[in-house]
Structures are given as C-alpha cells and as structure tokens.
C-alpha cells in the first residue's frame, strides 16, 4: 500500500478502527518507511494500459458520493505521465452528475478492476474535463481511440494524489466474450 494513499485515507476515526481490530501498526509502520513517491509505475501502466472499464466515485455539494461506471476499449484509459492518466469521455446519458460534482470539488477515487485476474488498483486523484473544442490536437491523439464509435463530449484528466493495489481475495472471476471463446477454442 502506497504512503500517499494511506495517509490520504487513514483518518483519526479509520485509525481508531484499525486499533480496535489490531491492523494499526502493521499499517502505521508500512506508512513510516515507505518511500512515498506515489508515482505510477510499469505494473501500473500495463494495468490500466489493458482496462476496458472502471468506476469512478465523486461526491456533490450535498455530500452525497456519486460512483459512476465508465467502459471504452481496452486501452481507453491511458497514463499521460507518472502522475496522470486520461481517458475519452463518451457521450451517455447527459446527466452530468459527475461532471458537475467534479466542477466543485474535483477529489475523485476510482477502482480500475480485472476480475478474470482477480485484480484490482484504487486510485484517488483530482479530476478536469477539458471540453473537446477546446482540447488540442495532441491531447485528442492521446486519449481518443481510434476506430471506436463514440462521440466523445469531453476529455478527462486526472492528476494521481495516491494507489493502492488492493487484495483479491473476494474478487469473483468474470470474462469477457473475448476471454471465453480463447478458453472455449484451448
């Protein structure tokens, strides 16, 4: 577990919880000795390099958290540096609920799973939508996929304040179409 993430996340009243069940000080020692780069690295990249979805959760100005799914090809979610990723955003239902929860408070989470793998990489950041008018032609190259027939309404960037690649234990195994026939045709 990442230090920026933990000491993101770990509050007074987590920590309380975490004495109360004994984890406090493995995750209070796992805190103080790491490095705390936070910086994504090769893992991280192949990871969402090979996403075809996530949720992403913000919350609005009553409070309320809001966790939205977003799907694409794989590869829609692309790292742009060692603290940022983007992605296309679709055109959906024209809600806005997190467009307009992120205009006020733009703290995000998201929780980029591979359930055939049994993997999972949560992620906090602070995201920006630049509208697709304004956006410039090398950021469109970037995070528009080429070939796929979405209308893309804007482009969402995302500065990485910490990860945290979690446990998988629980994570029931799921495949896709794709995945299921090269099981099927072995």
Not at 3 to 29: I, N
Not at 75 to 84: C, E, I, Y
Not at 147 to 176: K, M, S
Request: hydrophobic share 40%.
């Amino acid at each position: 577990m990442r230090p920026d993430y933990m000491k993101t996340l770990f509050t007074p009243a987590v920590q309380d919880l975490q004495k109360d069940a004994g984890s406090y000080g493995s995750y209070a020692r796992a805190t103080a000795r790491a490095d705390g780069a936070g910086e994504l690295g090769p893992d991280e990249a192949g990871f969402l390099a090979a996403a075809d979805h996530f949720y992403l959760a913000s919350v609005g100005e009553t409070g309320w958290p809001y966790v939205q799914h977003r799907g694409g090809p794989a590869g829609f979610l692309r790292v742009l540096g060692p603290r940022q990723i983007g992605y296309a955003d679709f055109r959906g239902n024209q809600q806005f609920i997190s467009a307009g929860n992120v205009s006020a408070d733009p703290r995000v989470s998201l929780l980029v799973m591979d359930y055939a793998n049994q993997a999972r990489l949560k992620l906090l950041g602070r995201l920006r939508f630049v509208p697709i008018e304004e956006a410039d032609e090398a950021l469109r190259k970037q995070l528009i996929p080429a070939g796929y027939p979405a209308r893309v309404d804007r482009l969402a960037l995302i500065d990485i304040e910490g990860y945290d690649w979690n446990c998988p234990q629980h994570i029931v195994p799921r495949y896709t179409r794709e995945q299921m026939a090269a099981l099927v045709a072995q």
